[in-house]
């Protein structure tokens, strides 16, 4: 135990001298279990060693399950270019099917649960862990090794020690920056127009005054806080670490250095911030259908998002905004759930570990592919402006999150972004502070039963919670009580047994 923590809690010092990029979630509009529940044969395939078409002589087609947004006319035909590109590559296509910010949530849980077929899948810290407990993703542990070695050696070793689970690998992590950054992001004409003074908004109650102005100002139907169901605001628990099981309820404040387990809904600090959200629902800043709405409208005039140096010249595009504003508030931080954030692993069932692996190795080493599927097709989504470098964007109707696909170490920027995008990511990276707990996740192996429970608990209130909808100060007491009812003071003493074990 000390010894994987000593190799994992030395990241933050390997990643100093890492060139990364990230674009973490919200702004698009964002565990140890045994192995004995994952087959062990993770070369089962029907391909030959010498060659990636079938017994049949066709080329096998992956499906790929991810997120985004909604699918525009030129989809196929962008998909279709890829499909020529890597069968003639590696002779390997795609067949990429997309969730919705609103629905991956709980398609995702209905694709794993049911066991319908994929070969890879998007994943998260939210989801991760309880997938591979459940058996749904394939060990790749020596494969990746074995038939990828580029894609091994390109991501460096503390990247992948951060995806293990119980010491082995069940997914590919983007290589991108490790850290969380959180930026508050204002459509500057808002900013312009009541003198917004973003270097004075610094927590949630100095939002107060600039979006009841920009209430009075827009009228009833103007709404300065957009939010929906499946984001609430984000960002809202970055200040305690979720022990890398993506159930906020329970967690550590990233800086106490006595790693004491809490309730987290329960804290002084989170319940003043619920009572605000709550508040500005009632007063009209909060748009009234956010507990249900699935996908935000275009052109917010301000959101919360996980990002980098840059990423604003990205949502102006994908929001079809002129110039927005953004002010760096929280972070960055490096956690285990960080690491964790972005991950594509591959079915357990699935017939095609090899050429699952080869694509998305292919995907973090080959630009031309990277470029593909982070800006879509080529003359209608984005032009070249100096080759693989650097590219304009011409549409906002891509539907695909960058940030799930792979690295951005070789990806184009975009044109407008600063040139020094990645040497600002790296200075982000030698910034970063480590969460007390970093290089932690709880091991669920016997707790399966009650993380399940829990989390469909939470699944109920969550949405009415975040989004202001709920008075928290009626509405945590109850959620609270249902979570110990279903577990959660079981999940929080062992996680203080295994945390003082972990770090004694």
């Not at 077929?117 to 394939?138: C, E, H, R, W």
């Not at 030698?430 to 007390?436: G, L, N, R, V």
């Not at 959660?488 to 770090?503: L, N, S, V, W, Y």
């Amino acid at each position: 135990m000390k010894r994987s923590l000593k190799l994992i809690s030395t990241l933050c010092a390997v990643m100093l001298f890492l060139s990364v990029l990230a674009a973490c979630g919200g702004g698009s509009n964002s565990n140890s279990s045994s192995s004995s529940n994952t087959p062990s044969d993770t070369s089962s395939n029907t391909s030959t060693d010498n060659s990636t078409t079938t017994g049949s002589g066709e080329i096998p087609t992956l499906v790929w399950w991810t997120i985004g947004g909604q699918i525009p006319d030129n989809f196929e035909k962008a998909v279709e270019a890829m499909n020529e590109y890597t069968a003639e590559k590696i002779g390997v296509k795609v067949d990429i099917k997309v969730a919705s910010w609103g629905e991956w949530d709980t398609k995702i849980n209905t694709i794993v649960n049911t066991g319908e077929p994929f070969d890879i899948l998007f994943t998260n810290v939210s989801k991760y862990n309880q997938q591979v407990t459940m058996g749904a993703l394939a060990d790749i542990t020596e494969l990746v090794q074995s038939e990828t070695p580029e894609l091994y050696n390109f991501i460096p070793e503390k990247v992948w020690d951060g995806t293990k689970v119980d010491g082995k690998i069940y997914a590919v992590p983007t290589y991108k920056d490790s850290s969380m950054t959180q930026y508050w992001v204002f459509d500057h004409k808002y900013v312009d127009k009541y003198g917004i003074d973003l270097s004075n908004i610094k927590t949630l109650k100095d939002l107060d005054k600039p979006f009841h102005d920009m209430k009075a100002g827009e009228g009833k139907s103007f709404y300065p806080l957009p939010l929906t169901q499946g984001d609430g605001f984000n960002g809202f628990f970055n200040r305690y670490d979720d022990l890398a099981l993506g159930f906020p309820p329970v967690g550590v404040k990233v800086d106490d250095a006595s790693r004491q387990v809490v309730s987290v809904l329960e804290q002084q600090d989170i319940m003043d911030e619920l009572k605000i959200l709550h508040q500005w629902y009632k007063d009209g800043i909060i748009n009234p259908d956010a507990p249900t709405k699935p996908e935000a409208d275009k052109g917010r005039p301000f959101f919360s998002a996980q990002g980098f140096p840059g990423a604003d010249i990205t949502w102006q595009i994908n929001e079809g905004v002129e110039k927005y504003d953004m002010t760096q508030v929280y972070g960055p931080l490096y956690t285990t759930a960080t690491i964790q954030g972005s991950l594509n692993g591959i079915s357990a069932n699935s017939k095609y570990k090899k050429e699952a692996l080869k694509y998305l190795e292919l995907v973090n080493t080959d630009p031309k592919l990277r470029n593909m599927l982070a800006f879509g097709e080529e003359g209608v989504d984005y032009v070249k402006v100096d080759g693989e470098k650097v590219v304009e964007r011409i549409s906002d109707t891509w539907p695909l999150a960058a940030y799930t696909q792979g690295t951005f170490f070789n990806m184009a920027t975009t044109k407008g972004a600063p040139e020094d995008q990645w040497q600002q990511v790296q200075k982000l990276n030698e910034q970063a502070t480590a969460s007390a707990l970093l290089g932690f996740s709880l091991d669920t192996t016997n707790l399966q039963t009650e993380v399940a429970n829990v989390k469909a608990t939470w699944d109920k209130y969550r949405y009415e919670l975040l989004t202001g909808a709920s008075d928290p100060e009626k509405m945590v007491p109850k959620i609270v009580e249902e979570l110990k009812k279903a577990g959660m003071d079981t999940i929080m003493k062992a996680a203080q047994e295994q945390i003082d074990a972990f770090f004694q």
